[in-house]
C-alpha cells in the first residue's frame, strides 16, 4: 500500500465514522460555515475550560473530504489551547494549499492525510471549510471577550 493509498483510506475512514458528529448543549463557540460552490454545510460547537477546548462536536453535510477534514479537526484540537488550536488551522491551510507545512508532517496525525488536497484547487475549499469555520469561531469568540472586558 502506497502513501497515497493510506492516505485515501484515512479520508475515508473519518468520512464513513465520523469523530465527534453531534451537537454540544450551550457551547462557547458555535458557528456555520457553507462553501456555497459546492453545498458543503458545517456547524462547529466548542466548550471551552480555561482556555482549552474541552468538548467539540460537529454537524454537516457534503463531500467526504468536508466531512472527513472536520472529523480529523475535532480530533485535532480537543485539549488544545485557543493559540495551538490557530497554530493548528494554519499549518493545515499552508499544507492543503500547497505552500509547504510549518511542522513535521508526523507531527500533523491524520491531518497529515489531505496534503495531497493542494493538487485539486477546487478540493482546497472543501478540506478547509471546517478549519476556516472555526478560525471565525475563535475570532468571534475572541472579539465578544475583548469587548465585554
Not at 460547537?45 to 454537516?60: M, P, R, S, T, W
Amino acid at each position: 500500500m502506497g502513501l497515497d493509498d493510506l492516505y485515501q483510506e484515512i479520508i475515508l475512514e473519518h468520512y464513513k465514522q465520523p469523530r465527534n458528529k453531534g451537537h454540544i448543549e450551550n457551547p462557547d463557540i458555535e458557528l456555520n460555515g457553507k462553501n456555497p460552490f459546492c453545498g458543503d454545510e458545517i456547524k462547529i460547537f466548542i466548550k471551552l475550560k480555561d482556555n482549552v477546548v474541552d468538548q467539540v462536536a460537529f454537524e454537516g453535510s457534503g463531500c467526504a473530504i468536508s466531512q472527513a477534514s472536520a472529523s480529523v479537526m475535532t480530533e485535532m484540537i480537543k485539549g488544545k489551547t485557543i493559540e495551538e488550536a490557530k497554530k493548528l488551522i494554519d499549518s493545515f491551510a499552508s499544507m492543503v494549499k500547497g505552500e509547504g507545512c510549518p511542522v513535521d508532517l508526523q507531527e500533523l496525525d491524520d491531518m497529515a492525510a489531505f496534503q495531497g488536497i493542494s493538487e485539486f484547487p477546487t478540493r482546497v475549499k472543501c478540506a478547509l471549510l471546517a478549519w476556516k469555520t472555526l478560525e471565525q469561531g475563535i475570532k468571534k469568540k475572541t472579539e465578544k471577550k475583548d469587548h465585554s472586558d
